[in-house]
Nanobody, 123 residues
């Protein structure tokens, strides 16, 4: 059974940083791609960043390019999202998701989801 558990969310001031973690079990990073999504109140879920370690591929939404960095630690089966220069508009619940094969930032293509972690950026 695939399980994804997010952690690291919290309250931070604008301009600050947070690092989110997604601990994965029941899957191999050799076969699966992992993505971060976020959903703000009243808005649709949007893709933030994704990674497929086996092909050294990382992708970012335009809104976070240059501020967020995705990485993975195969030994810990964990994917991280380093978020810098945070803005109030980054406030959302952040979800980790996985799919077999090609990396994607499209929510309906993901096969497994975590329960999310809340990030709040104050102005």
């Amino acid at each position: 059974e695939v399980q994804l558990v997010e952690s690291g969310g919290g309250l931070v001031q604008a301009g600050g940083s947070l690092r989110l973690s997604c601990a994965a079990s029941g899957l191999s990073f050799d076969d699966y791609s992992i993505a971060w999504f976020r959903q703000a109140p009243g808005k649709e879920r949007e893709g933030v960043s994704c990674i497929r370690k086996s092909v050294s591929g990382t992708y970012y939404a335009d809104s976070v390019k240059g501020r967020f960095t995705i990485s993975s630690d195969n030994a810990k089966n964990t994917v991280y999202l380093e978020m810098n220069s945070l803005k109030p508009e980054d406030t959302a619940v952040y979800y980790c998701a996985a799919r077999w094969g090609i990396a994607s930032l499209v929510p309906y293509t993901m096969e497994h989801w975590g329960k999310g972690t809340l990030v709040t950026v104050s102005s």
